[in-house]
């Protein structure tokens, strides 16, 4: 077990309905992150955070917010989903980023 | 801004043979580079970073500032060695930059 769950694995929603995505660790690292990994761009960043109620934007940030209310609990939430944010989503954590990253298993979401 | 680059989509090799993926990054400062792999329907695990000059899997790395480089090299390819591999740029901050990952298929 490497310490973070993703939920839910897979999902299929409809275009315009509101998604969140949760992201729980029990590693109590400070920083936790969002990527969205789309063929030929590898990973993005989407939002992070460096502690409780601490959270700043990534590169692909539009259309999409975060909560961290807890120290375990990092959430992504897709406002309005659309078809360009069919994608998987990891998230991973780390105490320190110089010992890299620890990811989750990943979550598939396709919007229809 | 920073950026990483790997240059090659899919890279297929035949077992035994020597495989080297590329990746190139843009960064005026002082970077930490990373090795991250996904075999098929698991999870992004790290393989190396180039700060602590270690070998996994018998795979490496090596830094090399002047052509702002960091290539993994394998002597001789494993079967097991078919996954995806993505090049992770630390700049400043806790956040790491990602290329676009490189397929290797490594064929019997």
């Known amino acids: 077990d490497a310490g973070i769950t993703q939920s839910p694995r897979h999902k299929v929603t409809e275009t315009g309905t509101p998604v969140t995505l949760r992201c729980h660790q029990t590693?109590?690292?400070?920083?936790m992150y969002w990527y969205r990994q789309d063929p030929g761009h590898g990973l993005r960043l989407i939002h992070y955070?460096?502690?409780?109620?601490?959270?700043d934007k990534g590169e692909v940030s539009d259309g999409y917010s975060v909560s961290r209310s807890k120290t375990e609990d990092f959430l992504l939430t897709l406002e309005s989903a659309t078809s360009s944010q069919t994608s998987v989503y990891f998230c991973?954590?780390?105490?320190?980023?110089?010992?890299?990253?620890?990811f989750g298993s990943g979550t598939r979401l396709t919007v229809v | 801004a920073q950026r990483v680059t790997q240059p090659e989509k899919l890279l297929s090799v035949f077992k035994g043979a020597p495989v080297e993926l590329k990746c190139n990054y843009s960064y005026s400062g002082s970077p930490e580079l990373f090795w991250y792999v996904q075999y098929s329907r698991q999870r992004l695990q790290l393989l190396l970073r180039?700060?602590s000059r270690e070998s996994i899997k018998g795979f490496t790395a090596d830094l090399n500032k002047g052509e702002t480089s960091f290539h993994l090299k394998k002597p001789f390819a494993q079967e097991e060695d078919s996954a995806m591999y993505y090049c992770a740029l630390r700049a400043a901050g806790n956040k790491l930059t990602f290329g676009g990952g490189t397929r290797v298929l490594v064929k019997p």
């Open positions: 991973a954590i780390t105490m320190e980023a110089a010992y890299g990253y620890t």
């Open positions: 955070s460096y502690g409780v109620k601490d959270t």
């Open positions: 590693e109590n690292h400070r920083y």
């Open positions: 180039h700060i």
